[in-house]
C-alpha cells in the first residue's frame, strides 16, 4: 500500500488550505484513514480520522469545528479541508492507513501504512 499526500502550503492565518492523500495498491474493504501532524521538537500528534465503510469520523480538540476529514471511496481518497487556520497548526502533515479502521483511532499504532507528508505553514 502506498499513501501519496498533497495540498500543503504556506497560507496567512485565518485561511484555508485542503490536504488529499490517495491511497494505492492492496488495501481492505474496511480500512480507516488518518491524519496526524507533527511540528519541529514536538512529538507526532492525531488530527482526524474516518472510516470507510461508515465514514465515521473522530476529531482531535485542537481541530474540532475549523477541520473537516471526508473520503471518496471511489478514488480511495481521503481528504482534510483546514480552515480558521492558525499559527500553531503549522506542521508536517501525515495520512495514515489502517488496514483495520472500524473505528476512527487516534492511536499511531493502529496504522500500518504512512504517506511521506505534506508542509503546512501559517503565517501570523
Known amino acids: 500500500v502506498q499513501l501519496q499526500a498533497s495540498g500543503g502550503g504556506l497560507v496567512q492565518t485565518g485561511g484555508s488550505l485542503r490536504l488529499s492523500c490517495a491511497a494505492s495498491g492492496r488495501t481492505s474493504s474496511s480500512y480507516g484513514m488518518g491524519w496526524f501532524r507533527q511540528a519541529p521538537g514536538k512529538e507526532r500528534e492525531f488530527v482526524a480520522a474516518i472510516t470507510r465503510r461508515s465514514g465515521s469520523t473522530y476529531y482531535a480538540d485542537s481541530v474540532k469545528g475549523r477541520f473537516t476529514i471526508s473520503r471518496d471511496n471511489a478514488k480511495n481518497t481521503v481528504y482534510l479541508e483546514m480552515d480558521s487556520l492558525k499559527p500553531e497548526d503549522t506542521a508536517v502533515y501525515y495520512c495514515?492507513?489502517?488496514?483495520?479502521?472500524?473505528?476512527?483511532?487516534?492511536?499511531?499504532?493502529?496504522?500500518?501504512?504512512w504517506g511521506r507528508g505534506t508542509q503546512v505553514t501559517v503565517s501570523s
Open positions: 495514515a492507513l489502517a488496514l483495520q479502521g472500524h473505528i476512527p483511532s487516534s492511536h499511531v499504532e493502529r496504522y500500518n501504512y
